[in-house]
Nanobody, 122 residues
């Protein structure tokens, strides 16, 4: 069982930056692939970024070059560094975990955090 707790969301002006954190419980964090997803009001949850149990990373086209996913296995934490934020990045951001390979489809993930709100003003 893995418990995930996101933090770091908030209100920021367009062009600004935020860093989201997702702290995971458990002693096998390094074995988990981690993903970040987001859901805007009235829209479906969408893939943002993922990182394998190694260091391979993948991004949605909409955030490529602006967002960076990373992990610190010693701290059981995955991060999402968000730069050059746009109003369309406004959403609740969720981190997710699964044992083994990483995927972009949300249904592949077994564990989810409660989400953290990111609001980007124009």
């Amino acid at each position: 069982q893995v418990q995930l707790v996101e933090s770091g969301g908030g209100l920021v002006q367009a062009g600004g930056s935020l860093r989201l954190s997702c702290a995971a419980s458990g002693r096998t964090f390094r074995s988990y692939a981690m993903g970040w997803f987001r859901q805007a009001p009235g829209k479906e949850r969408e893939f943002v970024a993922r990182i394998t149990s190694g260091v391979s990373t993948y991004y949605a086209d909409s955030v490529k070059g602006r967002f960076t996913i990373s992990r610190d296995n010693a701290k059981n934490t995955v991060y999402l560094h968000m730069n050059s934020l746009k109003p369309e990045d406004t959403a609740v951001y969720y981190c997710a975990a699964r044992l083994g390979s990483s995927y972009s489809a949300s249904y592949n993930y077994d564990y989810w955090g409660q989400g953290t709100q990111v609001t980007v003003s124009s």
